[in-house]
C-alpha cells in the first residue's frame, strides 16, 4: 500500500461528500445496454486489468490530523471489491437508482462500482459508477475507451494497451510540488487581478424555489443537426473555437434576460502536461471567467473575440481552481445567488465498443442524485462517424432550489439561441436573439 497526499480537487470533493448529506451526489454513472453475443467472462477480466492499470480506482481518502491522504491499494481480490453480476432485467431507473446513487464510503470503499445484469444470452446492461474524486469528464472517455480495449486484448483480437505514462498519485505530487515552489504564484496573481470586484452570475428571479419538488434533476435536449452545421460555419468564419461562440451566446441569453453578475464559473480540463493525457482522475478545473457586458450595440463578432480572449488567458492560468483563490468575488446584495455551472466538451464522449457485439447503446438517466451547483449546463459534442457529428445539453439541477419547467424552458431557449446564430459577423447580439 501507498500513501500520497490528497490533491486540491480531492480535498475539495471529500469536504462537498462529507457535509452536504445528500447521497449520491458526486456519483458520475454510465449505462450500457449490450445487444448481442457478450463473453462475460472477458469482460469480467478487463474490469479487474481496469483497475489494475489506473491506480486511483483503488484509492481511498483518510484524514491524517489536518492533512488528506490517499492511499493507494494493491489489485488484491478486484472482482468482490467491485463487482456485481447478476441475471435481471433493470429496464426502469428504478432499477439503476441503487447503481448509480449509493454512496461511496471513500475512507472505505474503493471508488468505482460495476454491474453486469443479464437479461438473456444477447442482452446485457453495465454500469459504470464512479465517484467524482476518482474521475472527470475526460477521465470517463479514458474508461470506456480503455475497458473496449482491454476486452479486445482478453479476447486475443489486439495487443495488450501500452502502460499509462502517469498515475493520478503522481499529478498529487507534482501539484504539491507547484504549490511548494511558488509556481502558481503568477496564475493567482492573475485571478487576483481579474476577478476584484466581480460578482458572480445571478439568474433572474423567475428562477424561484419550486412549491413542488420532484425526483427528476435532469434535462436533456438533441440539438438538431442544422444547428449544429451553424454554430461550425459561425465559428469558422469568425476563426474562433466553438466553444467561445456557443459561450458567447449563452452569456447574451443570460444577459439580455436580465442575470446580473460579471463571472460564470466554468469548468476546464487542465490537461495541460502530455504525461497526463491519459491519466484517470480528477484533473479538471472549474474557473471563473470574467466575461463583457452585453450592450445594445455590440455585436456577435466583437463578444464572440472578448469571450475567446477570456478563454485563452484562462487556459494560460487554469493550474488553479478558483476555489483555491483568495476570495476576491463578491457578492450581489439582492438574494444568495444560485450557484451555476458551464461545461463544454468535444469529442470526449466515446461509446463502449466491444468485439463481436452487435449493437451497444449508452443510456440516460433523467433522475439525478443531485448536484454540487444548484445548476450545471454541459453541452457535450461527440461524433459517431466522420459525417455524424452530435451535440446535445444535459441540465443538472436541484429540484429544491429550481422548477423543472423553468429549467426546460431555459435549455430550449439556449438550444433556439444557438440556432439564430448570425452568419454575419457584424449583427447586433440584441438584435439577433430577438429575430
Known amino acids: 500500500m501507498r500513501e500520497t497526499g490528497a490533491s486540491t480537487g480531492q480535498r475539495l470533493l471529500w ?37 489494475h492499470r489506473h491506480e486511483i480506482l483503488r484509492t481511498t481518502l483518510h484524514r491524517q490530523e489536518r492533512e488528506l491522504v490517499q492511499r493507494v491499494h494493491p489489485p488484491v481480490d478486484v472482482a468482490a471489491r467491485i463487482l456485481r453480476a447478476e441475471d435481471r432485467i433493470p429496464l426502469r431507473s428504478a432499477d439503476l ?17 460495476v454491474g453486469l445484469f443479464r437479461s438473456t444470452d444477447t442482452d446485457h446492461y453495465l454500469t459504470l459508477t ?15 475507451r480503455d475497458l473496449g480495449a482491454l476486452y479486445a486484448w482478453r479476447a486475443g483480437l489486439q495487443p495488450a494497451p501500452l502502460p499509462v505514462k502517469a498515475q493520478y498519485s503522481e499529478f498529487a505530487v507534482s501539484e504539491r510540488q507547484r504549490h511548494e515552489e511558488a509556481r502558481d504564484e503568477r496564475d493567482i496573481a492573475y485571478w487576483t487581478g481579474e476577478l476584484a470586484g466581480a460578482t458572480p452570475l445571478e439568474l ?9 419538488t420532484t425526483s427528476a434533476s435532469r434535462v436533456m435536449i438533441e440539438v438538431p443537426p442544422q444547428t449544429i452545421k451553424r454554430l461550425h460555419t459561425t465559428a469558422q468564419g469568425l476563426q474562433a473555437t466553438r466553444f467561445s461562440c456557443l459561450l458567447a451566446v449563452v452569456w447574451a441569453i443570460f444577459k439580455t ?22 491519466t484517470v482522475g480528477f484533473i479538471a478545473n472549474v474557473l471563473m471567467l470574467r466575461l463583457p457586458d452585453v450592450d445594445e450595440h455590440i455585436t456577435f463578432a466583437q463578444l464572440v473575440a472578448a469571450v475567446q480572449h477570456k478563454i485563452l488567458r484562462a487556459m494560460m492560468h487554469q493550474n488553479v481552481d478558483y ?101 454575419e459577423p457584424d449583427v447586433p447580439v440584441a438584435t439577433t436573439l430577438r429575430g
Open 323 to 423: 476555489h483555491v483563490v483568495p476570495a476576491v468575488v463578491g457578492r450581489t446584495a439582492s438574494r444568495a445567488p444560485l450557484s451555476l455551472l458551464l461545461n463544454f466538451s468535444s469529442g470526449l464522449r466515446q461509446n463502449l465498443s466491444l468485439p463481436g457485439v452487435l449493437e451497444i447503446q449508452r443510456l440516460e438517466l433523467m433522475e439525478d442524485a443531485g448536484s454540487r451547483y444548484d445548476l450545471e449546463l454541459h453541452f457535450a459534442e461527440y461524433r459517431l462517424t466522420d459525417d455524424d457529428v452530435r451535440l446535445h445539453l444535459s441540465c443538472r439541477f436541484s429540484p429544491t432550489k429550481l422548477s423543472r419547467i423553468e429549467v426546460a424552458k431555459l435549455a430550449q431557449t439556449l438550444v433556439d439561441g444557438l440556432a439564430s446564430l448570425p452568419l
Open 204 to 212: 433572474p428571479a423567475d428562477f424561484a424555489t419550486p412549491t413542488v
Open 97 to 113: 437508482g441503487p447503481e448509480a446513487y449509493t454512496r461511496f464510503d471513500l475512507g472505505r470503499d474503493w471508488p468505482i462500482r
Open 257 to 278: 434576460s436580465g442575470a446580473r453578475g460579471e463571472a460564470l464559473p466554468t469548468m476546464f480540463a487542465n490537461r495541460t502536461r502530455r504525461d497526463f493525457q491519459d
Open 15 to 51: 469536504l462537498a461528500e462529507r457535509y452536504r448529506g445528500d447521497g449520491g451526489a458526486l456519483n458520475v454513472f454510465s449505462c450500457f445496454r449490450i445487444v448481442g453475443h457478450l463473453d462475460r467472462s472477458v469482460l469480467q477480466l478487463a474490469i479487474v486489468d481496469l483497475v
Open 130 to 144: 464512479v465517484h467524482h474524486c476518482a474521475t472527470d469528464g475526460w477521465s470517463q472517455a479514458i474508461l470506456v
